[in-house]
């Protein structure tokens, strides 16, 4: 044989022999019921691998999907906000979801979750308590919007008519104090006048004092519509 073939033939029988680099999703692994935000460990071991590799770690379903993080595969480990993806939203809650994660260089390095898991709704950080729909609030009278919060926090609150977000009616309350003291029919602070009418609802939003990104069950609605008149 030839030195040059034989040269071949040796690397083709040494990459026939190597060990194969290998990923394996740990958790979670199928069967779980993952409340939407709540924290918990996605894991995985390797082997055959250097370690500093980068690994993409994706949300894949039928009613949602996306990247939620990226890691060095020597990690092992990473915590998750259940349904956070790295845009910073939260996927739909559902039956059906798989973790996947992927050596970046080299998408033939991959795993997925055995069998599917499911993200249930998120448990509520903040709830709107009234105006909760039904009511016939007057203008120029002071209207008490009164909610409850799981966390402490800041609150802002919208006022919307329909589908359409008219303005805001309070930014940055603290979410202990749990009421704020509406005068109906006053400028909305993004100057928009206050409209009298049909189907006005109370949108509250929550987030941490100290600033990152909401997590899932932060906005809360009116149940149902409310009326404003003269």
Do not use: H
Not at 32 to 39: A, D, H, I, M, Q
Not at 61 to 76: L, M, N, R, T, Y
Not at 127 to 149: D, Q
Not at 166 to 176: H, Q, R, Y
């Amino acid at each position: 044989m030839k030195r040059p073939a034989l040269l071949a033939f040796l690397l083709l029988a040494a990459a026939a022999f190597a060990p194969a680099q290998q990923l394996t999703v740990l958790s979670p692994n199928g069967g779980e019921e993952l409340t939407s935000g709540e924290p918990l460990v996605i894991a995985w071991s390797f082997s055959d691998l250097a370690g500093d590799e980068k690994v993409v770690i994706a949300l894949e379903g039928e009613e949602d999907f996306g990247p939620v993080a990226i890691a060095d595969v020597s990690q092992g480990g990473l915590e998750w906000p259940a349904g956070r993806k790295m845009d910073g939203r939260y996927a739909r809650p559902a039956p059906g979801y798989r973790i996947r994660i992927t050596v970046r260089a080299n998408e033939a390095v991959s795993d997925i979750s055995d069998n599917a898991f499911t993200l249930a709704e998120p448990l509520p950080v903040v709830t709107l308590v009234a105006p909760n729909g039904g009511e016939e609030l007057a203008t120029g009278r002071v209207c008490p919007v009164r909610w409850s919060s799981a966390a402490g926090g800041l609150v802002t609150l919208a006022l919307l008519q329909g589908d359409r977000e008219l303005g805001t009616i309070a930014v940055d309350l603290p979410s202990a104090g749990l009421r704020f003291a509406w005068r109906v029919g006053a400028d909305l602070l993004n100057g928009v006048a206050c409209p009298v009418g049909d189907g006005f609802r109370v949108a509250i939003r929550w987030r941490p004092a100290a600033g990152g990104a909401p997590p899932a069950g932060s906005e809360d609605l009116s149940d149902g519509t409310f009326a404003i008149r003269d």
